[in-house]
């Protein structure tokens, strides 16, 4: 038989365990810490710039974050070495709030999503016009996002050398989405190179804090080289048999630009999951497909042979097209689109 740990006979004695031992409710206060802002990360180590000196530091998550995973954008309070001397660590130990989190949905498909990048004010769509062949669906896909996260989103074509971009254009003119074309060309070492004439969209960058998505392949990492020059991004060219481009880039990395703000390039994706946005909201990032749903009857589901929905009666493009992207993303946003 067991004895009773919580008796007062003297003769009893019990030594208590660590699990015993009383913890302790005071918690460090670390909201006067330094700032820094997180700018890549790589198995567990994070390179951050303190935002008061400038100073680039190796970091590593305090125990205090517990679970919670911190990625490329995030503010965060430190402690340390600050010096950013060699062979040094600061310890990350409480995350800003953010203003903005970019998620996508796992390609699994069973509604865990994953943060991309904290604290982006613009998302930049970067899709190429031909080698490999612009896909609408990945396109509207990164429009729901965008939208779902607060944030402006804009268009970058490359390769304008290559086609025509009238066609793919047409499609979004009914949103106003912004957009920027520029051409890549080879150097005699087989280098690719972005024209020069980025003026402007060079100046729709500045002052804001942008996350570049896309297909591999497309020339994000020309486009990167071309805008902030020391970067010296890897960039690579598109399987003639597959049509779809190498990683280049194994991990998202913030830039500064040189005319103020940041520029973040992340890997290439080949889908990008909504299985975690609801159709309301997916409905919402459609602005052009929502003035004509005001005319639906209360509680229409918009699918495709919905009765008296006034989605069914759109007949013209380009708005027909969307439509049929918007049922689309309704139908299955688990389903991975990367080839439409």
């Not at 190796?58 to 070495?81: C, I, P």
Request: with cysteine.
């Amino acid at each position: 038989m067991s004895r009773d740990i919580g008796t007062d006979d003297p003769r009893v004695r019990v030594r208590p365990g660590r699990a015993s031992r009383p913890r302790t409710k005071i918690r460090p206060d670390y909201s006067s810490r330094p700032l820094a802002r997180v700018l890549t990360v790589d198995r567990g180590r994070y390179r951050l710039l303190m935002e008061q000196s400038g100073i680039e530091v190796s970091a590593v998550k305090a125990r205090e974050l517990g679970r919670r995973a911190l990625v490329v954008g995030d503010r965060v309070r430190v402690t340390g070495d600050t010096s950013g001397r060699k062979d040094t660590l600061a310890r990350a130990v409480l995350i800003e709030e953010r203003t903005s989190e970019l998620r996508r949905s796992t390609e699994e498909g069973d509604g865990r999503d994953r943060v991309v990048v904290a604290n982006a004010d613009q998302l930049a769509i970067v899709t190429a016009l031909a080698d490999p062949e612009p896909k609408p669906g990945m396109i509207d896909r990164c429009l729901v996002a965008a939208y779902v996260a607060g944030m402006e989103a804009l268009l970058i074509l490359t390769k304008g050398d290559l086609a025509d971009p009238a066609g793919l254009l047409a499609r979004y003119e009914p949103l106003g989405l912004p957009y920027y074309v520029t051409e890549v060309f080879f150097d005699d070492d087989e280098s690719p190179t972005s024209s020069a004439s980025l003026t402007t969209l060079q100046n729709a960058l500045a002052g804001h804090e942008t996350v570049l998505v896309g297909h591999s392949g497309v020339g994000k990492s020309t486009l990167i080289n071309e805008l902030v020059p020391d970067a010296n991004r890897a960039t690579g060219h598109v399987n003639e048999v597959t049509g779809k481009g190498r990683h280049t880039s194994t991990s998202a990395i913030s830039f500064a630009l040189p005319s103020g703000g940041r520029i973040i390039d992340t890997p290439g994706i080949r889908s990008f999951g909504l299985a975690h946005v609801g159709a309301d909201d997916l409905l919402a990032a459609f602005a052009d497909l929502w003035e004509i749903a005001r005319d639906c009857p209360r509680g229409c589901p918009h699918t495709e042979g919905a009765l008296e929905c006034a989605l069914s009666e759109v007949s013209e493009e380009p708005t027909l097209s969307r439509v049929q992207s918007f049922r689309r993303l309704l139908t299955s946003t688990n389903t991975d689109w990367s080839s439409q």
